[in-house]
């Protein structure tokens, strides 16, 4: 029995934002099949809550998605008016920091970003978003 709660225990920590001492996000951690919306404050997802699938993001939201599918796939949906540039680690072990990975730009006005791992991804830990003008888009 105090092994089951112990086990429900840290699956409640691996699929909520992470905190940093101080209170502030440090990232949402997305297990597979799961899908968040969530805003972002100060570069971190705040507001971020678990919904079904089929949910769309509203004005100033942003929403995530790790789909079990052809090994790993992460879509992204933005439907701010800015564009984000941010990162994203793998994580094969529940509460371990991850492994850096690396994503595009997502663009703005409801677009979809997709990033694809041609291997099974139990979760992935999203980070550090900061705004770029849309004439920078890359892949880090």
């Known amino acids: 029995m105090r092994l089951l709660f112990l086990a429900a225990a840290l699956v409640a920590v691996v699929a909520t934002p992470s905190l940093s001492e101080s209170g502030h996000f440090l990232g949402l951690t997305v297990q597979s099949g799961e899908t968040w919306i969530f805003r972002i404050d100060q570069g971190e997802p705040v507001d971020a809550r678990k919904i079904d699938g089929s949910a769309t993001p509203g004005s100033g939201e942003l929403m995530v998605t790790l789909k079990p599918q052809m090994g790993a796939m992460m879509i992204v949906t933005n439907n701010t008016n ?13 509460g371990s920091e991850g492994k850096a990975t690396s994503v595009c730009t997502v663009a703005n006005g409801g677009r979809m970003a997709i ?26």
């Open 82 to 94: 800015k564009f984000y540039n941010y990162h994203a680690f793998l994580t094969m072990q529940p």
């Open 115 to 140: 990033e694809n791992w041609p291997y099974a991804v139990p979760a992935i830990r999203i980070a550090d978003f900061r705004e770029t003008d849309g004439n920078h888009i890359s892949c880090e």
